[in-house]
């Protein structure tokens, strides 16, 4: 049994924001949600005093990638889990962009098996398209009757528009969510870098805005008629704000997910900290970060995902041109969020908590995100105000982070995930 005493409990499913105790029982369930001074804490073996923090549901993050099979020197179910306990997670849903990518039940039932044994509630999604060629339709029923909770070819865009059309009713038809990564290729001049005044002074063709929102534009419409939970990933551009808010405003289903490093940092990051910061679709101007910042406050934009893309050290270091894509985020996501997010452009910490956990549970039909008697004993507990400093010595297999050494505030102090404490700092 646990006991978490004298935290501000914050559950943006219920709105509750007020000092409460809460009991974990030994089967990892919630039993009680108190009044201070209700409980006895010599009751309980365990008691986390949460004084001067907060308690919320642990977080969930729809996106991540985990590497495993095919590419764990970068990263495996297992660092990534701990990566992930580390930021306040304890829903991590796994990208598909594996080596082979995750297009067969015999792979997903592999991987769920050894995901079953992890600290943390780890699932894995399966490719849209066999191969992620985006020539041929995975077998999606198949693989939703294994178990499979969400599809997307992330990392790999799907250009076929008739494809597209056939996977969201698919999609549609089994009420699982299509998570899209919308970047046309042939619009596309190089990857990673914005198409603008950094990749000039690069000397780089750069990935313009346009790739990424004429093709969110072609799925909003087609979406229209069919009404599927579409997962629009990583969005980096204003435009694509733009229309999300208008295609909601118009009933047709759509779900945005934003990264905390779209809403952290601009294009510039990327003549300081090089490769670190090329990342697809890149980062890119202040007018966007500001549009992605009031998407966010302002409930256009649904979910926060971290995205988390580790890559080797020689990776990185192959230069702005020449490096894979992608950044780890999940062991900074909670600061970068509480620094730029909430202190700075002033969003409610409960709208971020907001897009962290119930939002993303509920796309997902996850029993996640909320804290109430008889559910999960997942809590994440933070310090809002503690500064500290990022370092290079990631619980993460990679560090390929542009924001080593940047300053933050709030700062994750312990993680609960079916009532064991996996993280404490
Ligand atoms: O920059 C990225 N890297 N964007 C993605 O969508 C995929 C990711 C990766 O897998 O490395």
């Not at 029982?25 to 201070?36: F, L, N, S, V």
């Amino acid at each position: 049994m646990i006991l978490i005493k004298g935290g501000r409990v914050m559950d943006p499913a219920t709105n509750l924001d007020e000092e409460k105790d809460i009991v974990i029982d030994d089967k990892g369930k919630i039993t009680g949600i108190y009044e201070p001074e209700e409980v006895q804490r010599n009751h309980y073996e365990t008691v986390i005093d949460a004084a001067g923090e907060i308690v919320a549901p642990g977080f969930v993050d729809v996106h991540v990638h985990f590497r495993d099979p095919g590419l764990t020197h970068k990263e495996d179910i297992v660092t990534g889990s701990a990566a992930a306990a580390a930021g306040g997670y304890t829903t991590v849903i796994c990208m598909a962009n594996t080596k082979p990518p995750v297009d067969d039940v015999d792979i997903y039932k592999e991987l769920q098996a050894r995901e079953d044994k992890l600290p943390i509630h780890v699932l894995q999604t399966a490719n849209v398209t066999k191969g992620m060629k985006g020539e041929e339709l995975t077998s999606m029923e198949e693989l939703h009757l294994a178990g499979v909770k969400g599809f997307t070819d992330d990392g790999v865009p799907i250009e076929n528009a008739g494809l597209m059309r056939e996977a969201l009713k698919k999609c549609k038809e089994l009420d699982v969510p299509i998570s899209l990564h919308e970047e046309d290729g042939k619009l596309m001049y190089s990857q990673g870098v914005n198409k603008g005044t950094v990749s000039e002074q690069l000397g780089l063709p750069g990935a313009p805005d346009e790739a990424e929102y004429t093709l969110v534009a072609r799925d909003l419409m087609l979406n229209k008629k069919i009404g599927a939970k579409l997962n629009i990933q990583h969005i980096s551009s204003a435009v694509t704000v733009d229309l999300i808010r208008k295609a909601k405003k118009d009933g047709i289903r759509v779900y945005g997910e934003v990264t905390p490093q779209h809403l952290s940092a601009t294009e510039d990051l990327v003549l300081e900290q090089g490769a670190l910061a090329r990342v697809n679709p890149p980062l890119r101007t202040e007018k966007d970060r500001q549009a992605l910042l009031q998407g966010l406050k302002d409930g256009v934009i649904d979910m926060i995902a971290t995205d988390h893309a580790p890559h080797s050290k020689e990776e990185k270091e192959r230069g702005i041109a020449k490096a894979p894509s992608g950044m780890i985020g999940l062991e900074t996501a909670f600061g970068l969020l509480m620094t730029y997010g909430v202190k700075e452009y002033g969003i409610p910490l409960m709208t971020v908590l907001r897009a962290l956990t119930v939002n993303p549970a509920e796309l997902y039909k996850l029993d996640a995100g909320k804290i109430y008697v008889g559910g999960p004993g997942d809590l994440v507990i933070f310090d809002p105000n503690r500064e500290w400093v990022v370092s290079d010595a990631f619980v993460s297999k990679s560090t390929n982070s542009p924001f080593i050494g940047r300053k933050l505030c709030g700062k994750v102090t312990k993680t609960i995930c079916n009532g064991k404490i996996v993280f404490t700092k």
